[in-house]
């Protein structure tokens, strides 16, 4: 079993290098989930994703929209459930579609539709402190475990 792996985010260029090297090693089908408080950096970190799935063009958050679809190596589908007043909405968005789909999905404000998720996921929790960040990435399930393990790599090479 991997432990939780646990990254030290000292600037919003080390989120998005961050994201990008989580990108670059996302499949098709694969799911990240996202935590944490308003203004803590998940969007950025979505950014630093894109940037891995080789998308170009600005990423911006879909809290009024809840869905935004990218096109790159993968398709991006960017979730953001923060505005959802009853979680079951999100069937009505066809989420299940997504996570059938060709493409990666992310997923900010994850917790509040916990039990619609798949039983694989990363999962990334951010919190700040004072000056810095701290993202807490574990694997849920067996799925992710070797994308930790890069993580780990990439935590020792710089980040962290």
């Known amino acids: 079993m991997i432990p939780l792996l646990k990254l030290c985010i ?5 989120m998005v290098e961050l994201g990008k090297n989580i990108g670059m090693h996302l499949r098709q089908g694969d799911v990240v989930a996202l935590d944490g408080d308003l203004g803590v950096g998940k969007t950025t970190l979505v950014q630093g994703i894109a940037r891995g799935l080789e998308i170009l063009g600005p990423i911006t958050s879909p809290t009024f929209t809840l869905i ?53 996921y990363l999962h990334i929790v951010l919190t700040r402190h004072v000056n810095i960040r701290m993202a807490e990435i574990e694997a849920v399930g067996s799925g992710y475990q070797g994308l930790i393990e890069e993580l780990m790599a990439f935590a020792g090479a710089g980040i962290g």
């Open 10 to 14: 000292l600037s919003s260029e080390d």
């Open 68 to 120: 935004k679809e990218y096109t790159g190596r993968l398709s991006l589908y960017h979730v953001d459930v923060y505005r959802l007043e009853d979680p079951e909405e999100i069937t009505e968005l066809g989420f299940d579609e997504l996570l059938a789909g060709d493409g990666v999905v992310v997923v900010e404000w994850a917790h509040q539709i916990k039990e619609w998720l798949p039983k694989d």
